[in-house]
């Protein structure tokens, strides 16, 4: 069983496709006009409950927004960017690179150049470890930002090149204007205004729990608000993880600025939300809280390694 989930984990981390992002708890379908999730079956393999081993509880935590992280001192590229945000999202090319995702679409790859500065492109710095929306095959991206990335850089006629890098990082890379945007499931948050412009969002997304298939703490859950109620019940011996520098980390913590109180649970931090599942198969935290689609995909790739 452990050496199934370890293999799990070098292909999760290697960014193989193990799942289609559809038919679990937690799979998100993009809304026409708002970008908005709900739930939605793609057409992946289903999974029992009793065949699985972790599940997404089906409740949205947090109301944020994704948007492109985009140098401060380059004006003329963000008002590009929210003219390409409203035209994609008008002309139908938003919905069909989601529903390549989401939905029974084929997911395309997309190559980064080699930087060169002799020449015009496009620097997107990314984490690439953010399935559905950055993730890698080989040497080639996938995941709705690469692609939302790929078309900017076309229609900005400028070559793309992606910078591959921890999370934490990608803001930095921008604001040291090592990068000229970052798109990386990036949300809207203050403290990240330090180092880029947002861009008009693109995207809703929320936070949601992970826990082990036989939890069942959390069935009568109807609301938020019930799941955040045995939370705070929890003391600094319950352990949850998130993904470093994430809208998961904050809600756990604590930030004033969103106005989340956070818990008295201890917060274990991870590179990525791969990791953090791993390490709750294993028993060393009791819940993971991370985005909802990325958690959709990560369950249902350890389920079906099953």
């Not at 803001?171 to 990036?186: E, N, P, R, T």
């Not at 948050?189 to 008009?200: A, I, Q, T």
């Not at 791993?278 to 985005?291: A, F, M, P, S």
Request: with cysteine; net charge negative; charged share 30%.
């Amino acid at each position: 069983m452990k050496k199934i989930l370890a293999m799990g984990l070098v292909l999760l981390m290697t960014g193989m496709t193990l799942c289609g992002c559809g038919g679990g708890s937690g799979t998100e379908k993009e809304n026409s006009n708002t970008g908005n999730s709900s739930s939605v079956s793609s057409g992946g393999v289903e999974v029992s409950k009793g065949d699985s081993v972790v599940k997404v509880i089906d409740l949205d935590l947090t109301d944020e927004e994704y948007a492109f992280g985009v140098d401060k001192d380059q004006d003329d590229l963000l008002q590009a960017a929210n003219e390409f945000i409203k035209e994609i999202k008008q002309n139908g090319k938003f919905d069909e690179i989601c529903n390549k995702y989401f939905g029974d679409g084929e997911p395309a790859p997309v190559t980064s150049a080699k930087l060169d500065d002799s020449k015009d492109q496009l620097v997107v710095a990314t984490n690439a470890s953010f399935e559905p929306f950055e993730y890698m095959k080989g040497d080639s991206y996938y995941g709705i930002d690469m692609e939302i990335a790929a078309a900017f850089a076309e229609k900005l006629g400028k070559e793309l090149v992606i910078q591959n890098m921890k999370f934490d990082a990608v803001c930095l890379s921008v604001g040291q204007h090592k990068s000229d945007v970052a798109m990386a499931g990036l949300t809207i948050k203050e403290d990240r205004k330090e180092y880029v412009n947002f861009s008009d969002a693109y995207y809703n997304a929320a936070q949601r729990l992970i826990v082990k298939t036989d939890n069942t703490e959390f069935d009568s859950c109807k609301d938020a608000e019930s799941v955040e109620k045995i939370l705070k019940e929890k003391e600094k011996d319950v352990k949850v993880g998130v993904q470093n520098g994430t809208t998961g980390q904050f809600y756990c913590e604590g930030d004033k600025d969103w106005g989340f109180d956070g818990f008295k649970m201890t917060t274990c931090g991870y590179e990525n939300g791969a990791l953090a599942v791993q390490d709750l198969l294993n028993g060393n935290v009791d819940y993971v809280v991370i985005d909802s689609a990325p958690a959709t995909c990560i369950t249902e790739a350890f389920n079906k390694l099953r």
